[in-house]
């Protein structure tokens, strides 16, 4: 398979860098591996679209190409599920079911693109205060590889119907199956320039789309600190930022909690795309008189869970995305392991045809001190820490001990509890007796260090936006004194 960049409404680039299944270390694929001239190159393109076309002002041709793409990646929603799960590892349910929430999430901003209002004022009598919501520019968007299809899509489409135009920048792991659901896009009626891909297989293109002062806002999900570095180097043209960056979930279960209904889906949670997702559970807080039953329950549950290839019907977890991402989560592992005060289930690399690919089985460990490392680094792979509490008071502070705000859960069958630690938890997302619960039309988004700006929802029209006041003195007109008329 080989696939190529697409700058200014054409091709461009020679297949160059290759592509492996983490499953087994198979070549699928080569994609072309653009660098500082190709970016340069789709900047300009992105830049003249939107300075020179009627592109960001007609929000019904925009809506009409956003549903065009749907429609055409629903058309191939098999193929792409299982091209997605060949290059990132994930079982094949996974792929499908991010095929369908990317294309849910186009037709919404689709929706939307005919309806981004503004407002209007009178602050002083016969002046009018005009205020409009217009697209802010280009954009460009450096989509990781976790779950590229939707990444890309709660980026992408919020910014097309706002009237951006776009510099796409894939991660070199699934480069093969993001330029191919691009494809689609990028070959519809519009204006060259108003959507560019140009993949790489070092960082010389995602540099170049932060310092570049033709490109007004990055759009960004990854690690917290390649997000510091992004927020340093943009600082010099004072452009707009929308990041999603780390997490450390914590669920937090109550006393009245079912153990053994809950253990299960704290494993599925923990182990969504092999732990390489920024929301998977990572702490399971829970209340001391549970805490024998939720050692050997979610033990279990993480124990038995089948790894295999995301193509064999009954996996359940994938590899980790390359031998080099499952050796540092490896070493990490080993790290806290020694550290732990308990360790419950000790992970690592399988034996027998899955030592061929990058497989790396779950890690429960339990520990009384929250400030550990591994109690505060985000592990990017199938890592659980296990800590108890005492009170509510004690949960919601060991919660809250993190530097990172992204997500928690809360379980318990108590309502107005489940309500009152959800509004305490410093928390972007707080999902109650549920965990990884995503929605087109629902915002998400970090405190702290996981982050800028909310992706998802109306909101996220925030980030690919600027309001402009435009003030209007038009006077009064009062009737004629001498008359009365």
């Not at 653009?34 to 679209?49: D, P």
């Not at 996974?94 to 849910?104: H, N, T, V, W, Y």
């Not at 002062?213 to 570095?229: H, N, R, Y």
């Amino acid at each position: 398979m080989k696939v190529h960049n697409w700058i200014n409404g054409e091709r461009a680039g020679g297949p160059l860098a290759p592509s492996f299944d983490p499953s087994n270390g198979e070549l699928i694929g080569e994609f072309a591996a653009g660098g500082a001239i190709e970016a340069a190159a789709a900047v300009a393109a992105a830049r003249h679209a939107f300075d020179r076309t009627t592109w960001p002002q007609d929000a019904r041709y925009r809506q009409r190409i956003l549903l065009d793409w749907a429609n055409a990646l629903e058309r191939d929603v098999e193929g792409l599920a299982r091209l997605l799960t060949r290059e990132n590892g994930k079982p094949l349910a996974q792929a499908r079911g991010e095929m369908l929430a990317a294309i849910s999430e186009i037709r919404y901003y689709a929706g939307l693109a005919r309806h981004i209002p503004g407002h209007v004022l009178e602050p002083e009598p016969g002046v009018f205060s005009t205020i409009l919501r217009e697209p802010a520019g280009t954009v460009g968007i450096i989509v990781p590889w976790n779950a590229p299809a939707v990444l890309l899509v709660r980026s992408a489409a919020p910014a097309l119907a706002a009237g951006c135009t776009l510099v796409i920048k894939p991660a070199a792991q699934t480069a093969l199956f993001l330029c191919t659901l691009l494809d689609s896009l990028v070959r519809l009626a519009i204006p060259p320039g108003v959507v560019n891909v140009v993949a790489e297989s070092g960082h010389e293109v995602a540099e170049y789309l932060v310092r570049s002062t033709d490109i007004d806002v990055i759009s960004f999900t990854g690690s917290t600190a390649t997000g510091k570095k992004i927020m340093a180097t943009a600082a010099e043209s004072v452009k707009k930022l929308s990041l999603e960056l780390g997490g450390k979930s914590c669920c937090v279960v109550f006393e009245d909690a079912d153990v053994q209904a809950v253990a299960p889906r704290l494993a599925q949670a923990a182990t969504i795309i092999s732990g390489q997702q920024c929301t998977a559970a990572r702490r399971v807080l829970v209340h001391a008189s549970l805490a024998p039953a939720m050692r050997d329950s979610l033990r279990t549950a993480l124990g038995t869970l089948r790894l295999g290839p995301g193509l064999a019907p009954d996996t359940q977890m994938g590899p980790l995305i390359d031998e080099t991402a499952r050796n540092a989560v490896a070493r990490m592992v080993e790290e806290a392991c020694d550290q732990a005060d308990s360790v419950l289930l000790r992970g690592g690399v399988p034996d027998g045809a899955l030592r061929h690919g990058s497989f790396l089985s779950p890690t429960l460990v339990e520990h009384r001190d929250p400030n550990a490392f591994f109690c505060q680094e985000e592990i990017f792979g199938p890592f659980v820490t296990l800590e108890t509490f005492e009170t509510e008071a004690e949960a919601v502070a060991k919660a809250n001990n993190a530097i990172f705000g992204l997500s928690a859960s809360v379980w318990t069958h108590d309502g107005a509890r489940a309500m009152r630690v959800a509004r305490a938890l410093r928390n972007g997302t707080v999902w109650i007796n549920d965990h990884n619960k995503l929605f087109a039309e629902a915002e998400t988004g970090g405190y702290r260090q996981s982050g800028l700006g909310r992706l998802h929802g109306y909101e996220a029209l925030a980030d690919f936006t600027e309001l402009k006041h435009i003030c209007l003195t038009a006077g009064v007109s009062l009737p004629d004194q001498t008359t009365g008329k």
